[in-house]
């Protein structure tokens, strides 16, 4: 077993705390790849922002599990030498397993999220307690989840979203003991969150949800998923080097910054990403044809991720300078 303390890494026990009374939410962001890594490593040191590395089920499967540990050391340790060592999570995003979640623990993730929402709730009590139960002796944090989001990303699937119910909160808490928890206020996976016709905008988020849930449990850590905005110039240089990305809408970027400055601690961002690394290599592509060597158009990739990342970090989130 590598304990994710050797690796460098922390958990979320004290940041969490932090952004509630500084108002703002820590960044979450899914990676499978190095140069997802670099880029968001670069934003996050150039803005001195805590950071939160997200690996789903795929992605593990996808990067293979030792590749990731020594990547995740690797970012500490390049933070390090950039001059500024900001407080780094190995988180899994969306566990859908006890095993997964022991799997994870025991090759260095200071975090894990175990999602038994699609269950019934005393199962999922039942599986997530069970999960907070180990995790808690190796001092890793665990992240549950009440409601379930529409949307489709990695193998996360739903055709309907059912908000959390606020009354279920501070019983599903005391009972499960876990240290933050997502919850369902409107938010959805995947970058065709919503069918919006030109000149729309998407549904608002429910925050009545939101304070209903903070008045149950205060002080208690929150966390969105969901939360790409969808950046219509993204999407728009996507269609226009061949892409096929009709009326998708996202999270308006104004709604998340005022779920930031409440008891949401932690919101995640993945489509985003994979819009803005899409649309930079259809360019390089569609002007260079010729092109075959993936530095040349997986540089500009990373070089557009770490712009979108540091947009979000400073103006979304508010996290820079929080390190």
């Known amino acids: 077993m590598v304990h994710y303390k050797e690796l460098g890494l922390v958990n979320t026990g004290e940041l969490f705390p932090k952004a509630m009374r500084g108002g703002y939410a820590i960044p979450a962001f899914n990676f499978n790849n190095l140069?997802?890594?670099?880029?968001?490593?670069?934003?996050?040191?150039?803005?001195?922002?805590?950071?939160?590395?997200?690996?789903?089920?795929?992605?593990?499967?996808?990067?293979?599990?030792?590749?990731?540990?020594?990547?995740?050391?690797?970012?500490?340790?390049?933070?390090?030498?950039?001059?500024?060592?900001?407080?780094?999570?190995l988180h899994l995003d969306h566990g859908d397993s006890f095993e997964l979640a022991k799997s994870c623990i025991?090759?260095?993730?200071?975090?894990?999220?175990?999602?038994?929402?699609?269950?019934?709730?005393?199962?999922?009590?039942?599986?997530?307690?069970?999960?907070?139960?180990?995790?808690?002796?190796?001092?890793?944090s665990v992240e549950?989840?009440?409601?379930?989001?529409?949307?489709?990303?990695?193998?996360?699937?739903?055709?309907?979203?059912?908000?959390?119910?606020?009354?279920?909160?501070?019983?599903?808490?005391?009972?499960?003991?876990?240290?933050?928890?997502?919850?369902?206020?409107?938010t959805s996976h995947g970058a065709f969150k919503f069918k919006v016709r030109p000149g729309e905008t998407p549904p608002p988020l429910r925050f009545d949800i939101l304070e209903e849930v903070e008045k149950r449990i205060p002080g208690f850590p929150i966390v969105l998923h969901g939360a790409s905005s969808v950046p219509q110039d993204i999407v728009d240089e996507i269609n226009k080097y061949g892409g096929w990305l009709e009326?998708?809408?996202?999270?308006?970027?104004?709604?998340?910054?005022?779920?930031?400055?409440s008891a949401v601690c932690k919101i995640n961002i993945d489509s985003d990403g994979r819009l803005a690394v899409t649309a930079a290599i259809r360019k390089v592509f569609h002007e260079n044809p010729e092109e075959f060597d993936p530095r040349k158009y997986l540089g500009p990739a990373r070089e557009a991720l770490k712009k979108l990342y540091t947009h979000k970090i400073v103006n979304v989130l508010g996290s820079n300078g929080k390190a």
Do not use: W
């Open 35 to 89: 140069e997802q890594l670099q880029a968001i490593l670069a934003a996050s040191v150039e803005t001195e922002s805590p950071v939160i590395l997200q690996v789903s089920k795929g992605a593990r499967q996808y990067a293979n599990q030792t590749l990731l540990q020594y990547l995740a050391q690797g970012a500490v340790d390049v933070a390090a030498q950039m001059g500024c060592a900001v407080p780094i999570v």
């Open 144 to 186: 549950g989840e009440l409601g379930v989001l529409a949307g489709v990303e990695d193998e996360i699937a739903s055709l309907h979203s059912h908000y959390t119910k606020p009354e279920e909160v501070e019983d599903f808490v005391t009972h499960t003991g876990v240290d933050s928890l997502a919850i369902s206020i409107g």
């Open 247 to 261: 009326n998708t809408a996202g999270i308006p970027e104004e709604q998340l910054r005022r779920a930031a400055q």
């Open 106 to 140: 025991e090759t260095g993730f200071s975090s894990v999220m175990i999602d038994g929402s699609h269950l019934p709730y005393e199962e999922n009590i039942a599986l997530t307690k069970k999960v907070v139960d180990f995790s808690h002796a190796y001092d890793v």
